[in-house]
């Protein structure tokens, strides 16, 4: 069975899964293009409507911070929700190993004969990897976890709340902070560039193809810019 032992191996406890690690990565790129895209928002109406320097600096941070902690806690409460399911899955497991042990081995052969091992040798896998840790191992095939690793809504809680106020940094500072007579295309030229690389690392995280990442972020800044805008001239 020497050849099993591979299959078997147990994961570190003290790392993050490459699961727990997209899912923290994910978190902090949607929410660096969400905070680009609502401070630009309320900057763009804002500036319309006065050019007083000060107002339009408040209103940006202010719908910055609220972005971010809007973020982070839509993340905690998506992510917790997501761990409370991963949890419960698992103790249904322990129930039915217990009650239907035959079925879930069958589930783990059949597992391997779908991925071209023969049948006998799927048996014996699945005897092996049962053997050893009957749970860890009907989790993984069902349901892809790792035993004791759950989604951690901290984690992207955090994500979110660094990367929103980092991606809202851009228009702030590009707005606020350069000369009056270049503020409006620098910050166009700032977000167009802010929400191409969100867009790049969306599609690299997602296995996606980046140019239509890349040109679909950008078409939605350039929309939102234009109607944020055009609301503050009705104002």
């Not at 979110?160 to 707005?175: K, N, T």
């Amino acid at each position: 069975m020497d050849s099993l032992k591979g299959l078997t191996r147990k994961p570190k406890k003290n790392k993050m899964t490459m699961a727990e690690r997209s899912n923290t990565l994910r978190a902090g790129v949607l929410g660096a293009n969400d905070g680009i895209l609502t401070v630009v928002g309320v900057l763009f109406s804002v500036a319309v409507a006065t050019t007083n320097q000060f107002t339009i600096m408040i209103a940006g941070l202010s719908d910055l911070l609220a972005c971010a902690f809007s973020m982070a806690s839509g993340e905690y409460a998506s992510v917790s929700s997501q761990k409370d399911t991963e949890k419960a899955a698992v103790e249904s497991e322990k129930q039915l190993l217990k009650t239907n042990f035959e079925d879930e081995l069958q589930t783990v052969a059949t597992y391997y004969v779908m991925r071209g091992v023969s049948e006998t040798t799927s048996i014996k896998i699945a005897q092996e990897l049962m053997k050893k840790n009957a749970l860890e191992t009907i989790v993984r095939i069902k349901y892809g976890l790792e035993l004791g690793h759950y989604m951690n809504p901290w984690n992207a809680a955090f994500s979110s709340l660094v990367s929103a106020s980092s991606g809202g940094i851009f228009p702030l500072v590009a707005m606020t902070m350069l000369p009056v007579s270049i503020q409006w295309p620098g910050t166009i030229i700032a977000v167009i560039l802010s929400v191409a690389l969100t867009g790049y690392l969306s599609a690299k995280l997602g296995d996606g193809l980046t140019k239509t990442a890349i040109i679909r972020n950008v078409i939605v800044g350039i929309v939102t810019m234009c109607i944020h805008y055009y609301v503050g001239t009705m104002l």
